[in-house]
């Protein structure tokens, strides 16, 4: 887990980089793939976002997995696999991720580019993507340590009506099976999880009164996804994750809020592998299983936003949503995980 030192001294030679300060941390952004690659609670603290232990070799190599929240585009299956009948030979293009992002002023970056769908067959030449971010007071006022960031996303394409849309995926860590992650969703008690890859184990992710929970280990790949169906929309908070640092007794928490999502099936464009005709998610996590290298333990934590609209012959979407990061003792990190999943109860992690 990168310091805020270390991570400055990794990228700031190879990338445009800025640092935001508030009150107890800093927040670290990269004009390189647009990226919000460092949240700090407190500057003493290790980054909570997974990142490579390799940052150098990676950004050089124009890699896309250099984690940070970043950027994708929706459905994963028109533009990351070559083979979109069966989800097969996947590909990331770098033109999407890393992308070719310029800084444009402050905060604001744009990426022009041609957006290749392998399901049509076709390349939607200047395609544009911006990513904005703004530093956010703390909205739940907890006095614990805090840094938070809205993300404000553009995305246009030069096609009528495309089914497509933003995707802000989040990258974290995970200790391992010995003492993993948990990702929490607050959902109706009636909620159905849908497995997008293998089926779920039923002690991997289960259904509690007022929420869903799910276990970031990185020992095998799944992916669970919550229909709009059964999303509790009065609360803004749609993600929440918990995990131990590696060192020491402090937890970190992140919660990712937006109400710019799919509100049902018509609105979702990200059908799912191990179903491709059945019930589509608004909102997924996913168990990484890269290696077993414990330096590349992480987990996802996923929003499919707001769906693109026709405009002037374009397909164009626009959506903002929220990162928020916390740490503390773990007595403090469960309280505050009750609150913003307003339950009644400590929520069970893993």
């Not at 994963?76 to 070719?100: A, E, L, M």
């Not at 399901?119 to 614990?144: C, G, M, V």
């Not at 992650?181 to 039923?202: C, E, M, W």
């Amino acid at each position: 887990m990168y310091t805020l030192n270390k991570m400055l001294e990794s990228v700031s030679n190879y990338t445009n980089t800025i640092v935001k300060n508030n009150q107890t941390g800093a927040a670290v952004f990269t004009e390189f793939g647009a990226r919000l690659l460092g949240l700090f609670p407190s500057k003493f603290d290790p980054n909570v976002l997974w990142i490579s232990d390799n940052l150098e070799h990676e950004i050089n190599n124009q890699s896309w997995l250099i984690g940070g929240e970043r950027l994708w585009i929706a459905p994963q299956r028109n533009f990351y696999f070559k083979s979109t009948h069966d989800f097969d030979d996947f590909f990331v293009s770098p033109q999407i991720d890393p992308g070719q992002y310029r800084h444009m002023q402050e905060l604001k970056f744009e990426n022009c580019f041609t957006l290749h769908d392998h399901h049509r067959n076709q390349a939607y030449k200047s395609s544009t993507a911006r990513r904005e971010f703004r530093i956010l007071d703390d909205p739940y006022n907890s006095d614990l340590e805090y840094m938070g960031v809205k993300i404000i996303e553009h995305l246009s394409v030069p096609v009528n009506s495309i089914d497509i849309c933003p995707w802000s995926i989040t990258q974290v860590h995970t200790n391992g099976e010995d003492v993993p992650g948990t990702v929490f969703f607050p959902i109706k008690n009636d909620a159905k999880l849908l497995s997008y890859f293998d089926t779920i184990p039923h002690d991997r992710a289960s259904v509690e009164s007022g929420y869903a929970r799910f276990l970031i280990d990185s020992q095998k790949p799944y992916k669970l996804a919550i229909r709009p169906e059964d999303v509790k929309w009065d609360n803004l908070a749609k993600v929440v994750y918990l995990s131990p640092f590696f060192d020491g007794p402090k937890w970190l928490c992140l919660v990712k809020r937006s109400n710019d999502l799919p509100k049902n099936q018509q609105e979702c464009v990200d059908p799912p592998p191990a179903n491709p005709d059945g019930f589509k998610g608004a909102i997924q996590a996913y168990n990484g299983a890269l290696s077993q290298s414990p330096t590349h333990y992480y987990g996802e934590i996923e929003l499919q936003l707001t769906k693109g609209l026709n405009n002037n012959g374009k397909t164009v979407c626009n959506a903002s949503h929220e990162l928020l990061s916390y740490t503390g003792s773990k007595d403090q990190i469960l309280q505050l995980a009750k609150s913003i999943l307003e339950i009644d109860s400590i929520p069970k992690i893993y």
